[in-house]
T-cell receptor
């Protein structure tokens, strides 16, 4: 969807390094979400934001932090990447239902 | 604990036949349900939704049925087309909540 851009699209990083994924929206939606998608688990919520500087944890938040300094940007940081965080990460905004970005494929080696 | 479940990881259907994808949920407070479709290397896209005050919603070839007493919903695709081959996720929402809960997905393959 052109209204949500995720960057980077692909990243390979080493264990123990910090990684930041970016989500940018042009929809002016209040709610933004970070999900990870893994085989057998579907989409699991990591963190979400309900406004600038307002964030809350999802079901798999350990090892992740987020920040939202502007309505349009929602950052996900892996503080010290581990191999278990190898996944595909999706950002979403909530208008009518969710609108998802195209995803970031992260590999931690 | 998984509140939304899709017990069939995969489904294969012949082109032109009906595809039926199933979803079960445990939380009786869910009041809104959606189906998303996902192609490889793309984000999920919205397909169809249903409110808990209805038991059926139809949009072209896609129909969603909701059975609240059984806590079950299903997506029917008729007729199935090869372009329908994708992973389908159901999702549920509580009116007072801030998030949707997703199932684990069903991979549909429509055989030409």
């Amino acid at each position: 969807d052109a209204g949500i851009t995720q960057s980077p699209r692909h990243k390979v990083t080493e264990t123990g390094t910090p990684v930041t994924l970016r989500c940018h929206q042009t929809e002016n939606h209040r709610y933004m979400y970070w999900y990870r998608q893994d085989p057998g688990h579907g989409l699991r919520l990591i963190h979400y934001s309900y406004g600038v500087k307002d964030t809350d944890k999802g079901e798999v938040s350990d090892g992740y932090s987020v920040s939202r300094s502007k309505t349009e940007d929602f950052l996900l940081t892996l503080e010290s990447a581990t191999s278990s965080q190898t996944s595909v990460y999706f950002c979403a905004t909530r208008g009518f239902g969710y609108t998802f970005g195209s995803g970031t494929r992260l590999t931690v080696v | 604990d998984q509140q939304v479940k899709q017990n069939s990881p995969s489904l294969s259907v012949q082109e032109g036949r009906i595809s039926i994808l199933n979803c079960d949920y445990t939380n009786s407070m869910f009041d809104y349900f959606l189906w998303y479709k996902k192609y490889p290397a793309e984000g999920p896209t919205f397909l169809i939704s249903i409110s808990s005050i209805k038991d059926k919603n139809e949009d072209g070839r896609f129909t969603v049925f909701l059975n609240k007493s059984a806590k079950h919903l299903s997506l029917h695709i008729v007729p199935s087309q090869p372009g329908d081959s994708a992973v389908y996720f159901c999702a549920a929402h509580v009116n007072t909540g801030n998030q949707f809960y997703f199932g684990t997905g069903t991979s549909l393959t429509v055989i030409p």
